[in-house]
């Protein structure tokens, strides 16, 4: 029952969830066709302001849309909703009381064209910085991808290094002879490990000898086998 109970709890929160990303959707879409809505109805705002010098009192701006066109009639059918509308856009149009006639007027702040000029002009800031995100994005994504390359190669030093070390610090076989390499190349020995050891304390040979318990080698510097000298 638990199990059961907890699977339709499940269900439901999925259900819901997907109602909610559908309304999200709608909502977007709505708001999509009444921007574009308000644009015509502004652009034809606009277009009655500039044949009127410019400014018009709300009465005439509404008479003037009805008669334009009956379809505006349900969307704006009051001074109230053509008020809200203007003071959505007033970097298109002002509002203004005219003290001589005590009117509500609206005022043209930007013609149609001085307002494309102003869309495309935006548009082409917001292009101008979507590209230098872009680039500074791949800037950064390079800037990575170099750091991760010398850290690839700090650890593959490193790891050369280390082998390197346990190489040359390889445990020494108790009783087995040594061979030196002269620098003629030629190889010495066998020799004791006591013999090897007192001559480099007498000084006759040097720490980076190459020596080895095998003819064949590897060789690796006489240091490292006696590092305390």
């Known amino acids: 029952r638990v199990e059961r109970k907890k699977a339709e709890e499940k269900k439901r929160a999925a259900e819901l969830q997907q109602r909610q990303q559908v309304d999200a959707q709608r909502q977007q879409q709505q708001a999509g066709v009444q921007n574009q809505v308000e644009l015509v109805l502004m652009e034809r705002i606009s277009n009655i302001l500039e044949n009127s010098w410019g400014r018009s009192d709300l009465v005439s701006v509404l008479s003037t849309l009805h008669a334009e066109d009956s379809r505006v009639i349900a969307l704006l059918n009051s001074i109230e909703a053509l008020r809200a509308l203007i003071m959505r856009h007033s970097s298109r149009v002002s509002l203004r009381q005219d003290p001589a006639f005590g009117a509500e ?97 007498a000084g006759y040979f040097k720490g980076d000898l190459p020596v080895s318990q095998d003819a064949a080698g590897p060789f690796r510097p006489l240091s490292a086998i006696y590092p305390d000298l």
């Open 105 to 201: 007027m609206a005022v043209l702040v930007l013609t149609n064209a001085q307002w494309q000029q102003h869309q495309q002009e935006a548009q082409q800031q917001r292009q101008a910085r979507e590209r230098a995100q872009q680039q500074q994005q791949a800037q950064e994504q390079a800037l990575r991808a170099q750091q991760q390359q010398e850290e690839l190669r700090r650890r593959e030093q490193q790891r050369l290094q280390e082998e390197q070390r346990k190489q040359q610090t390889k445990a020494v076989v108790p009783g087995a002879p040594w061979y030196y390499s002269d620098p003629q190349q030629n190889i010495q020995g066998p020799f004791r490990g006591e013999e090897m050891r007192q001559w480099l304390e």
